[in-house]
């Protein structure tokens, strides 16, 4: 094993609930296992010198592992062979572990101050890496990976083979109760494309109680790594979505009477959980840009950010495309965010609580994509 694949096993093997973050008793586990031998109130005091109250997800716990300062362990990695070994003695298995499934537990309420603290922990990427099936969803910076196509939807499927593709899940029952209004959308998505001046985007929800997950996986192009696990599954997020044109209309999240800007958008789910979501291409591409979640606050509306804020007032009262052009600019700046295209055969992982907005190159996307509940939920404005 090299040094990161230690790192993700003793993790996986010290996260007894799964639910991606090391609390008390789990990292006290671990500072066992390092020497540490005081006592319930001397553990509370290292613990709150080491992590935060809702504990250490796998980034954090890396670095604490890596920091050779004094807040942090500088574990060498012979003392990370030696940790494992004596997991396993104690009864951890290596493939389990990595395996294991999510437990969700109560929802942590977090504000701005809260991704301020992560941005100051440094898990916010300057450059974005690729994605890795070991690290996951557990990244708190987008990644950037390849899956492959939708079986019976290649990269080079026109409109109409698109949609007979979708027809044909909605005759298989896919998309449940809701089997009905996708057909209706399927109707008016091919009324509407190649018409003059017409745009619009459509969302096809697939119950996931119709499938079970390994299907549901290959369904929304899941990349490897990724756990579709049901009980996490955010109401509604697992989707194809189609659009046609281009403009507010054809823009994620965005309507007719909008502003483009007011596409911009994190994933937040009906039970008020923030979302983990992955964009898979399939046809088309798409323009996605994507900013860090302490960049701006939320707005009363907990999925969209505060439109008063300094950074995005100004742009409001500008022509839709220069407005759009400043916003890709914001996220350019170094440590803000970032811009790609989306193609076919191309996956962005949107870790929870970042704001993205997503718009069409091409005059005909079909884009699809998993996604997750986070341990992270937000009950007020922040």
């Known amino acids: 094993m090299n040094r990161n694949d230690l790192k993700s096993s003793i993790f996986n093997a010290l996260d007894q609930d799964g639910d991606r973050r090391l609390g008390s008793s789990e990292m006290r586990r671990f500072a066992e296992l390092s020497g540490f031998e005081g006592d319930d109130a001397d553990w509370q005091e ?3 010198m080491l992590c935060d109250p809702q504990g250490c997800d796998f980034n954090a716990f890396g670095q604490l592992l890596d920091d050779d300062s ?3 362990l500088s574990v060498s990695d012979a003392e990370l062979v030696d940790m494992m070994e004596e997991l396993i003695k104690q009864g951890a298995s290596l493939s389990t572990a990595s395996a294991g499934r999510r437990t969700l537990g109560a929802a942590t309420e977090v504000s701005l101050e809260y991704f301020q603290r992560e941005r ?3 898990l916010y990427d300057g450059e974005w890496k690729a994605w890795s099936a070991q690290e996951g969803a557990t990244a708190r910076s987008p990644r950037i990976g390849r899956v492959d196509t939708l079986d019976g939807c290649p990269s080079s499927s026109t409109v109409q083979e698109a949609i007979m593709f979708v027809n044909e899940q909605v005759q298989n ?6 089997s009905g209004q996708a057909g209706n959308r399927l109707s008016e998505l091919l009324a509407i494309q190649g018409a003059t001046g017409k745009a619009g985007w459509f969302e096809f929800r697939i119950d996931e109680n119709v499938l079970d997950e390994e299907q549901l996986a290959e369904m929304v192009l899941a990349p490897e790594g990724w756990q579709v696990d049901k009980s996490t599954i955010p109401t509604g997020y697992m989707m194809h979505i189609m659009s046609v044109g281009n403009g507010v209309k054809a823009t994620l999240c965005g309507r007719e009477g909008l502003h483009i800007v007011n596409s911009l958008h994190r994933d937040f789910s009906k039970c008020k959980r923030l979302c983990d979501t992955g964009l898979c291409g399939v ?3 798409k323009r996605v840009v994507l900013l860090a979640p ?3 606050p939320s707005g009363k509306v907990l999925r969209s950010p505060d439109m008063e804020c300094p950074h995005l007032k100004p742009l409001a009262n500008l022509p839709e495309e220069e407005a759009w052009q400043r916003l890709e600019a914001l996220a ?3 440590g803000k965010g970032g811009v790609l295209d989306l193609e076919p055969g191309m996956f962005v992982f949107v870790p929870h609580g970042w704001w993205h907005a997503v718009r069409p190159i091409d005059d005909f996307t079909f884009i699809t994509g998993p996604s997750q509940l986070s341990n992270l ?3 007020a404005v922040s």
């Open 70 to 72: 004094e807040d942090g």
């Open 283 to 285: 046809v088309g591409r």
């Open 294 to 296: 302490d960049v701006f």
């Open 46 to 48: 290292e613990y709150q």
């Open 173 to 178: 029952g896919i998309f449940g109760d809701q």
């Open 120 to 122: 100051e922990a440094g």
């Open 377 to 379: 939920g937000v009950s």
């Open 332 to 334: 350019k700046t170094p």
